[in-house]
């Protein structure tokens, strides 16, 4: 079992930036075997992937983060990290970090069933 807490989520003017973490804790922890990645949802909105980071570093992101977002994680410290810049309105949503220690195909690390633990989220609010 994987506990995952976020932190980091707030209100910023459109073009402005946000920094999200995630630490991860759990019993026998193997955190540089985990799949990462970020989630978001907004309201009335399907859930859908921002950004992963596989075991052996490998990244992808959706086409909206790329150039503006970036993952990013320090096995030291057990945590992932969400850098977002040029925020826009339609940036806003609860943004969750999720986990598994199954290894996923490059192509299905941004879907959601692929990840076994979820965080409880952390919101993102960007005003129009």
């Known amino acids: 079992l994987v506990q995952l807490v976020e932190s980091g989520g707030g209100s910023v003017q459109s073009g402005g930036s946000l920094k999200l973490s995630c630490v991860a804790s759990g019993h026998r922890l193997q955190y540089s075997s985990l799949c990462l990645a970020w989630f978001r949802q907004a309201p009335g909105k399907e859930r859908e992937g921002v950004a992963a980071?596989?075991?052996?570093?490998?990244?992808s992101y959706m086409d909206f983060a790329k150039g503006r977002f970036t993952i990013s994680q320090d096995n030291d410290a057990n945590t992932l990290y969400l850098e977002m810049n040029s925020l826009k309105p339609e940036d806003t949503a609860m943004y969750y970090c999720?986990?598994?220690?199954?290894?996923?195909?490059?192509?299905?690390?941004?879907?959601?069933?692929?990840?076994?633990?979820w965080g409880q989220g952390t919101q993102v609010t960007v005003p129009s």
């Open positions: 999720v986990a598994t220690n199954t290894t996923v195909p490059d192509v299905w690390l941004l879907l959601g069933h692929m990840y076994d633990w």
């Open positions: 980071i596989d075991s052996h570093g490998n990244i």
